[in-house]
């Protein structure tokens, strides 16, 4: 599985990234706009990512403009929603509006900080991504 972590917070950058590389390679962003350049890369490149941890307060860009974007961008490449890379907010923020938004974005799954290791497992399964 490759996997881009989109966090400007270094702890919970290091936190998903030593989660994650358990199951399979990843990247990191600090900010949305590297978020966007990384997946447009993956994209020409023909290596995808399969999945994106995405926090929502971040300098540049939030996540839900990220979302929205990465969401037009494969609709524009003419990619179908199973092959769409599978996006799941990591965030502070636990409020409905924020997570109702997240949603009629088309993300795939939403985690409170702090990530439990466990619920992001699991959650990585109920989207449909194999973790071994």
Known sequence: MKTLIV????ICRKMLQTFLTEFGSTDVAVNGVEALAAV???IEENDPYNLICLDILMPELDGHEVLKQIRADEEDRGILSSGEVKIIMTTSLKDLKNMSEAFRSLCDGYISKPVDRAVLKETIEKIGLSVG
């Not at 966090?7 to 270094?10: I, K, P, T």
């Open 40 to 42: 447009s890369i993956a």
């Open 7 to 10: 966090e400007d917070d270094f």
